[in-house]
Structures are given as structure tokens and as C-alpha cells.
């Protein structure tokens, strides 16, 4: 009966053992970078939230793929996984990157990739490892110029580099008004008359403004050791409307004529024509000083709320010359173009009114009216 029971007993142990013999431990994984770094862990192509270095828990026993990915990285590797065990893996990034292209003038101008010299223009390409970067070319009467990049993997960049002749040049200008502001590439330098030395060769633009004026700039091209002349000469902002403002201009003989007859002499008539005694040039002078009007009227509109609203925004403001070469000057353009008109239309209107055939006026020295 014993020896019954106690069999019984050590086949219940047997068995114990033996399903305990089936159920396998999981393991774990530590991965790392050769040289350190932070980049994101992938097993059997699943991310797992973790960045190098870091250890990968409760991993199922056999084989497993690891990979580690990133901007300048990709990289798998496979590991073996045993029961209850930690396995390392250590990763050794390999040299990839990208492609770039440098094109540069001068011709012979040298190029540096992170200050290690890689050739001479024109052209240049080559294979680049990700990740940031600077080159700076260099030439003998040049400028060096120096551009940073990112490059990822896999990306091709091309860069085009155009050195400036070194060296300076000088600007003489001379301005009218004499106590007009001068600026150069928008930011100011002096009043009146002024030599500008020690400016850089290339272009430039250089112009002056004064209150009341309307403002001026050029553009002007430096080069090394020379003088460049430049005269500046602002017109004043009532010149462009004195042709509306001035009143018609009689002849000064004709006013002392008048003026001087203690009796008043009778203007002789002419005969009334068909169409009411009103004949073409009666018309015309009518629709002439009709277009005088309307037309001196715009100038005025226009230079009012249009031309003096962007040229005190220009002032203000931005100080932008390619707005006041694009708004301000246009504007001004068109107010001038119409004062113009108005005071050619009220020439010849008054032709018109006061002059006949014989070409003398018609207050009292003509048979006109």
C-alpha cells in the first residue's frame, strides 16, 4: 500500500516536471549604436518605441530581426533570442548620405567641404554623407562666400556660388536741393553733397529726399578703385500742379488797352450764323476748356488721394524702393500726364475763344465778337 502511494507520488513529480520543462522563459535584447547616438529601434520591422541605447523586454526565444532608423541611419541585423537570456547587438552604422552638385564662378575659384579641400570650379560632384554641412569657396581678387546645408540620405542638393571681385570703390554724388538726404541702398548716409568712400564693388542704388520733394533713386554699378559720378536733381511736389493753379494768362498790352479808354469802345458784332450765332470755334473752345477741367480736376484727385498716400506709406513705412519704383513713381507719372493735358486743352481753348482768322485777338481788336 506504501510503496503504491509513493509511486503514485513520483509520477505526479514526473509529470510536474515535465510541463514545467515545456513553458520556455522569454528574453530580452540590448541594442546599441557603435559610437553612441539616439535613433529609433524596429523589430521584425515593427517600431517599438524605444531609441538607441535601450533593452527590448520579454522577447519571444528564436530569431528576430533588429533594425535602427533614422535621418543618416538604416541598418538591420538578425539575433538569436534564448530562454531567460539577454542578448546584445551592437549596430555599426555604415557611410551613407547623399549627392551634391557646386557650380562657380569665377572658374577657378577652389571649393571646401567642412574645411577640407575638395577641387576647383567650374563644376564640381560628388558624394556627401548626411547631416549638416558648409562650403566655402575662395578665389584671388574675390570675395569668399560661405553657404551651410542639410543634407538627408538619399537627397541631392545643387549649389550655385558666384563670387564678387573684391575691393571698393567711391561715390561722388551731387544733389539739388543742396539739404536733400542722401541714401544709399535705402539707408541714409549724409545731406547734400557727399563723396561716399569704401563702398563695396557691384550693384548699388543710391537716391535722396527731401520734405516737400518728391524722392529720387538710381541704380549704379561700383568697381574696384574707381569714382562713380552721380547727380541727383528733385523735383518739388507744387511744380506738378502749378499748371491747373495758374489762371488765364491775358496779354499785358491788351489788359493796359482796356484799362486805359476812359469810354468803353463797343466790341463790333459779327453776324449771327445759322446755328444761333455759334460757330466750330465757339464749340470747340468749349470742349476744350470742358477737358481742361475735368482733366486738371483728376490730376489733382489722383495726386491727392493716390500719389501722396504711397509716397507717405514709402516714407513711413517701408522705405522699399521696388514699391516706390512700382506704386509711388507710376502714380506720379499718370498725375503729370493729366495736369499736362489740362493745361494743353486750356491753351487751346483760349486759342480757340479769342483768336479768329486773321490771328489777332478779339477784345477789341478784331471783328470776332
Request: include cysteine.
Amino acid at each position: 500500500m506504501k510503496a503504491a502511494m509513493l509511486s503514485r507520488l513520483i509520477s505526479i513529480f514526473a509529470i510536474f516536471l515535465a510541463f514545467s520543462g515545456d513553458v520556455s522563459a522569454n528574453g530580452d535584447i540590448y541594442v546599441s549604436l557603435t559610437g553612441g547616438g539616439e535613433e529609433e529601434i524596429f523589430i521584425d520591422g515593427e517600431p517599438t518605441g524605444e531609441v538607441t541605447p535601450a533593452t527590448l523586454l520579454d522577447v519571444i526565444p528564436g530569431n528576430h530581426e533588429i533594425s535602427v532608423r533614422g535621418a543618416c541611419v538604416d541598418i538591420t541585423q538578425t539575433v538569436a533570442v534564448a530562454d531567460g537570456r539577454v542578448s546584445r547587438i551592437e549596430l555599426t552604422p555604415a557611410e551613407v548620405g547623399g549627392f551634391m552638385e557646386v557650380s562657380v564662378s569665377p572658374e577657378n575659384a577652389r571649393v571646401f567641404l567642412d574645411d577640407q579641400p575638395v577641387g576647383a570650379g567650374p563644376y564640381l560632384a560628388m558624394e556627401v554623407a548626411c547631416g549638416d554641412h558648409e562650403v566655402r569657396v575662395t578665389a584671388l581678387q574675390h570675395q569668399t562666400k560661405t553657404e551651410s546645408f542639410e543634407l538627408s540620405m538619399g537627397e541631392a542638393i545643387r549649389l550655385n556660388v558666384n563670387l564678387m571681385q573684391s575691393g571698393n570703390g567711391s561715390i561722388s554724388v551731387l544733389v539739388t536741393p543742396i539739404d536733400a538726404v542722401i541714401l544709399l541702398d535705402g539707408t541714409r548716409v549724409g545731406e547734400g553733397p557727399i563723396t561716399l568712400e569704401s563702398v563695396p564693388n557691384g550693384e548699388h542704388r543710391i537716391g535722396a529726399m527731401l520734405d516737400g520733394f518728391i524722392p529720387i533713386d538710381q541704380a549704379i554699378s561700383i568697381v574696384t578703385g574707381e569714382v562713380t559720378l552721380v547727380e541727383l536733381t528733385l523735383v518739388e511736389e507744387q511744380a506738378l500742379t502749378s499748371l491747373e493753379a495758374q489762371p488765364t494768362t491775358i496779354d499785358p498790352t491788351v489788359t493796359e488797352v482796356i484799362t486805359t479808354e476812359s469810354t468803353p469802345t463797343p466790341l463790333p458784332t459779327q453776324p449771327l450764323t445759322e446755328a444761333g450765332g455759334l460757330d466750330w470755334r465757339d464749340y470747340s473752345a468749349a470742349a476744350m476748356v470742358t477737358t481742361s477741367f475735368v482733366t486738371g480736376y483728376l490730376s489733382w484727385k489722383n495726386w491727392s488721394d493716390v500719389t501722396m498716400v504711397r509716397y507717405n506709406k514709402y516714407v513711413t513705412e517701408n522705405r522699399d524702393v521696388d514699391y516706390y519704383n512700382d506704386q509711388v513713381m507710376p502714380s506720379w507719372g499718370v498725375s503729370m500726364g493729366l495736369a499736362a493735358v489740362s493745361g494743353i486743352s486750356l491753351l487751346t481753348g483760349s486759342y480757340f475763344l479769342f483768336y479768329d482768322d486773321s490771328g489777332t485777338t478779339s477784345l477789341g481788336l478784331s471783328g470776332r465778337f
